[in-house]
C-alpha cells in the first residue's frame, strides 16, 4: 500500500480494482449486488441466451419494491400486467440462477435501499451495485455504493465486476448544530438548492463536518440518497462508531472475532487528515430552515420561510424559459409564500425518508391532530421490518387516529409505477427525492419535504413550519420531539 494521504473514495476504489489498463476504463470488483423486479429482467434474459450462469449468486440480493400495490389484499393478484410480468419474472430468474429473494410476503421485504443496510447486508468498505439511481443511499455506511443500467446489471451478474471510469472527488462539509425541526433531509435539499442539480457530476460526494457526523444512520442515508439528484455518481460518509453501532448484531453482519477484525478495517477507511480533494464546499448547519421544493427538480427549493422564487436563478434564455415552464406546470405564482400553498395529498415514505426514524419524527408531529379535511394522507414504511417495529411502538395506531392511511411496504407514490399516484392537478407534500414532471402521475404537483414538514402539513392542509408546530398535549418534550 502506499503512503500516499487518501480520501474515503480513494481507498475504497483502490482495493477494489482488478485491473486498470491505460487510458482504459478500470476494472472493479463488486461486492454486493442488489437486485429489483423493473431493472433485472433484460440482463438475466441476457445471460440465458448466452448460455452463462451468475458468477456469484451469494453476492446477490434480490427484493421486490418499485410495483408492488401497498394494500394487502391486492398484493397476491396484481391487475398491472407489466407489473405482474416484471415480479414473476424475477421469480423465476432468482429460482434458476440460485439468488435469495426476498418476496413480497417475506418478512424482509422492502425497498432495497432501505433492507440492504437493516439486513447488515450493507457494510463499510463494500462496492455497491443496482440497477437504480438511488443506490448511493448505502454510502451512509462508507461504501462506494452507485446505479447502474441493464447492461451493467448482465455485466456484474457474469462477471462480479464493472468496467468503471475514476470519479472525482467533492467533500461537502456541513459544520455547526441543526436547529431542532430541520432534519437530514433538510440538509440535502439545501445542499442541491445551492450547488444545482448538475452541480456534483462526475463526482463522488464525500458529506462531512460536524453535523453530518451528529446525524443518525438513518439521516445519514437520506442524505447519501440524494447524492445522484446533485448528478454525483455516489455519496459517501466515514464510518464511524454510529455505523459500527448500527451495523452490530444484525444478520448479515460479521460475529465473533471476525467483527473485531471488521471493525478494525473499517476505522482506517476515513480520509486521512491532509488528503486532498478536486472540489470543497463548507455549509454552516445553523443556516439551514426546513425546505420545501416549489419546482419540477430537487435544486427547486427554498426555505419555508421564503417565497415562490419571482425570477429566474440563471438568468439565460433556458434558464428563464426553464423557471417559467416550472412555475407554469407546478401551477405556482411567483411570489407567493410557501405557507400560503395548500396541498391534497400527503405522502411518507420512499427510500429517501421511510425508515423506523423518519416515522417516529412524523408520528410525534401528528399525534393527537387530525389530517385536514381537504387532505388525504398515507404512510408506507420501507420495509416489513419497518412496519413491524412501528406497529409494536404504536406509530401505527398514531396514523390510523389522525386520519393516515397505513400501508404495506413498497416504492408507492414515489414514482407512478404502482397504483399509488396522484390524479392530474393533485398537488403532494412528498418525503421523495423527486418532484420530475409526472413522476407522481401525469399532471401531478409534488412538493419534496422532510417527514416532519410534511406530516405539518398533512394536519395544516398548508405547508407550515414545523418550527412552530403546536406538539399537542406534549409540550413539555416539544423540543425534543423535533430535535
Ligand atoms: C426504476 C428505477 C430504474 C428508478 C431509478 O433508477 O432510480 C427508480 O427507482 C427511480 O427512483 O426513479
Ligand atoms: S422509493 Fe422511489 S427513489 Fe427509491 S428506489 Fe423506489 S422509486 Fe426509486
Redesign the pocket.
Known amino acids: 500500500m502506499s503512503d500516499k494521504l487518501r480520501t474515503l473514495f480513494e481507498k475504497v476504489w483502490d482495493s477494489h480494482v482488478v485491473v486498470a489498463p491505460e487510458g482504459e476504463p478500470t476494472i472493479l470488483y463488486v461486492d454486493l449486488h442488489l437486485i429489483h423486479e423493473v431493472t433485472s429482467p433484460q440482463a438475466f434474459e441476457g445471460l440465458r441466451l448466452a448460455g452463462r450462469p451468475v458468477r456469484r449468486p451469494d453476492r446477490c440480493i434480490a427484493t421486490v419494491?418499485?410495483n408492488v400495490p401497498t394494500i394487502k389484499d391486492h398484493r397476491l393478484i396484481i391487475a398491472d400486467q407489466i407489473a405482474s410480468k416484471q415480479i414473476l419474472t424475477l421469480r423465476d430468474n432468482c429460482k434458476e440462477f440460485g439468488v435469495e429473494l426476498f418476496d413480497v410476503h417475506s418478512p424482509e421485504q422492502g425497498?432495497?435501499?432501505v433492507i440492504g443496510p437493516e439486513l447488515g447486508i450493507t457494510k463499510p468498505g463494500m462496492t455497491i451495485v443496482c440497477g437504480?439511481?438511488?443506490t448511493s443511499t448505502h454510502g451512509a455506511f462508507g461504501a462506494l455504493a452507485f446505479g447502474i443500467g441493464t447492461s451493467e446489471v448482465e455485466h456484474v451478474l457474469a462477471t462480479q465486476t464493472l468496467p468503471q471510469s475514476r470519479p472525482k472527488t467533492f467533500r461537502i462539509s456541513v459544520e455547526g448544530k441543526l436547529s431542532p425541526g430541520v432534519t437530514a433531509k433538510d440538509i440535502v435539499l439545501a445542499i442541491i438548492g445551492e450547488i444545482g442539480t448538475d452541480g456534483a457530476t462526475g463526482h463522488v460526494i464525500e458529506y462531512a463536518g460536524s453535523a453530518i457526523r451528529e446525524l443518525s444512520m438513518e439521516g445519514r442515508m437520506t442524505v447519501c440518497n440524494m447524492s445522484i439528484e446533485a448528478g454525483a455518481r455516489a455519496g459517501m460518509i466515514a464510518p464511524d462508531e454510529t455505523t459500527f453501532a448500527y451495523v452490530k448484531g444484525r444478520r448479515y453482519s460479521p460475529q465473533g472475532d471476525k467483527w473485531d477484525e471488521a471493525v478494525a478495517h473499517w476505522r482506517s477507511l476515513a480520509t486521512d487528515e491532509g488528503a486532498t480533494f478536486d472540489r470543497e464546499l463548507t455549509l454552516r448547519a445553523e443556516d439551514i430552515a426546513p425546505q420545501v421544493s416549489w419546482g419540477t427538480s430537487p435544486g427547486m427549493v427554498v426555505p419555508v420561510t421564503g417565497n415562490v422564487p419571482s425570477t429566474a436563478p440563471d438568468d439565460s434564455e433556458a434558464g428563464r424559459r426553464g423557471f417559467e415552464r416550472a412555475l407554469a406546470y407546478m401551477a405556482l405564482k411567483p411570489g407567493v409564500p410557501i405557507t400560503g400553498i395548500t396541498i391534497d395529498r400527503v405522502f411518507i415514505?420512499?427510500?429517501?425518508n421511510s425508515r423506523i426514524e423518519d416515522l417516529r419524527a412524523a408520528a410525534r408531529v401528528v399525534a393527537g391532530h387530525h389530517v385536514h379535511t381537504n387532505v388525504s394522507a398515507m404512510v408506507v414504511p420501507g420495509s416489513q421490518a419497518v412496519k413491524a417495529e412501528a406497529e409494536r411502538e404504536g406509530l401505527d395506531r398514531i396514523f390510523l387516529e389522525a386520519g393516515f392511511e397505513w400501508r404495506e411496504p413498497g416504492?408507492s407514490m414515489?414514482?407512478g409505477?404502482n397504483p399509488d399516484i396522484l390524479s392530474p392537478g393533485e398537488r403532494c407534500a412528498s418525503t421523495?427525492?423527486?418532484n420530475f414532471e409526472g413522476r407522481q402521475g401525469a399532471g401531478s404537483h409534488t412538493h419534496l419535504v422532510s417527514p416532519q414538514m410534511a406530516a405539518a402539513a398533512a394536519v395544516a392542509g398548508h405547508f407550515v413550519d414545523v418550527r412552530e408546530w403546536n406538539f399537542a398535549g406534549q409540550e413539555e418534550t416539544a423540543h425534543a420531539a423535533i430535535s
Open positions: 419494491d418499485h425497498i432495497v435501499h437504480d439511481s438511488h415514505g420512499s427510500c429517501t416504492c414515489c414514482l409505477m421523495s427525492n423527486r
